[in-house]
């Protein structure tokens, strides 16, 4: 299942995705202002399985775990950057959205259709026909993300134990 | 050589229980301290341990402090925080401070912060606590639940990177005016690094200069900012009435001689110029000559980084004698209620009004678009808060500048950015 690129530069931060002044609002209000002071049509364009690309410390900022709950709710697939700023990155990941560290997430456009394999580490641009490689991640957090976040996990793993 | 341990790395090999741990190395940790804020905390964590069945693993090792949405100012706000006394009551939280401060200082001030610590807090500044040789990092709020649900998380032990400065400040420079510097120096891209604070400037700082290293830490992209503990320290927390009992195992913790480190920084503190990071990120740091006489429309102070009692005098020691220019307004939130008792008894609060600042309750405030003085589109701030992303005091057409208190007062008697060592020197 292939999706569209949605291409931002670095240091996004956690308050274009989820404004201080609204975070008042309910998760899935919240979620239609995310990404709107660098892309006004972000949240009305953006679909169920599409990919949002980022440079360097994508995520940088506060830990408001509502700039993931937000890109999970816009049904975004992965997040695929630069690097990452560690919150967003655990945040993002215990939401069930994976976060793709790829240093040549810059050759990616907006539009390109993208495919990820999250187990094997490789994504492909199905535009371009351009694979890359990735390191997947450890195999508590594929297990993690193999039960839809930590939550789901922890529950799991809670009810184990009893 | 190099087999010894860092700072960071002996506190996260004590709280993973093994007897050393390498960089990439994932390890659980057992938690000392977890704490949250009215925001992240329990209104989040709520419906989480409902969900699990569960209560907090040990409220002894749980602090909550309501600053976030702080005096409510409509319903929903009250609401957040009414869920935050309930829940405190409910779950026999050790420590609940319910609209005192910010919970980066309240929680030093309660001599909650021990050295050696393994802390985790629900907010990105929670590295702050760092400044007394703990190892703090921030969480977000399904982190935060696992954590008070279990008492334990996972971690890739850090790389830590040792800054050193030496020399005495010029006039007019602080801690914060460091941490400018090095946002641009170092850049924001250091995510899943540690970084160590040393060296003869800092060892001569106070605990509320240290905690503005370790506080902007976030600002640099780090996990955690720390300094090692020493007798600044023990004073400290001897005076918030907890001291440290076991001295020598505290100064200790200080990272071994044959530590190894991702990078070893050194800067000269005598020549460092005050500094002012331009709009939308910290890292947009320039001396503050390069950006004098920019026009501002509120100069604000406040925040965990920026409005403690010793930022209070900083900004006094500019403002005394002087007035507010009428072309700008000076907002100031005092960081925490003892901070504001404090400014009452030392003078340094009527020095303030007297210039024509406007007081705001204690709290995170308009640093982050929470609370009262946020800004309109098109509107200048200068700030001694901690970052300027796009949007983040209010609208998404402002333009936030960062400073030190210092500059923030300056700014405020001149109405454009301005050097303020014009109002400290003899001559003024």
Known sequence: MSGRAFVFGDNIDTDVMAPGTLMKLPPEELAQHCLAAVDPDFARTVAKGDFVVGGRSFGIGSSREQAAVSLSLLGVRAVIARSFARIFWRNAINLGVPCITLEQAGEISAGDRLEVDLAAGRLTNLTT????????????????????????HLKKKLAGAA | MGRGSTLVEKIIARAAGVDRVAPGQLVTAQVDLAFAHDSSGPRRWAPML???????WDPQKVAIVSDHYVPAVDAESARILKLAREFAAEHQVGAFFDMVGICHLVLPEHGLIRP???????????????????????????????????????????????VEWSGRFGAGVAAKDIMLFLCRELGMDNAFKAIEYGGDTVEGLSMAERMVLCNMAAELGCE????????????????AGRPVDDEAAALALASDRDAVYAAVHRFNAATLQPQIAAPHDPSRTQDVTEHAGIKVDQCYI???????????????????????????????????????????QDGTLQTLMEAGAVLLPSGCGAC?????????????????????????MGSKEAQVYLGSPYSVAAAAVKGRIADPRQFLGEAA
């Open chain 2, 50 to 56: 409902r969900e699990l069945g569960v209560g907090l």
């Open chain 2, 302 to 344: 406040g925040a965990c980084v920026g409005a403690k009692i010793e930022d209070l005098r900083m900004a006094a020691a500019v403002l005394k004698g002087r007035k507010v220019s009428p072309d700008t307004r000076l907002l100031i939130a005092p960081a925490s209620q003892k901070t504001t008792t404090i400014a009452t």
């Open chain 2, 368 to 392: 982050a678009g929470y609370g009262a003085g946020v800004l309109a589109d098109g509107e200048v701030c200068i700030s001694s808060t901690n970052r300027n992303f796009k949007g983040r």
């Open chain 2, 116 to 162: 050696g610590a393994f802390v985790a807090g629900g907010d990105s500044h929670s590295p702050t606590a760092g400044a007394f040789g703990a190892y703090a990092a921030g969480y977000g709020a399904t982190d935060m639940a696992a954590i008070v649900a279990t008492g334990e998380t996972w971690l890739a032990v850090p790389e830590t990177i040792r």
């Open chain 1, 129 to 152: 026909g351009r694979g890359y490689d990735f390191t997947p991640l450890p195999p508590h957090l594929m297990a993690m993300m193999d039960d839809g976040g930590l939550m789901p």
């Open chain 2, 224 to 239: 955690a900012g720390v300094v090692a503990p020493d007798r600044t320290t023990f004073e400290y927390l001897r005076a």
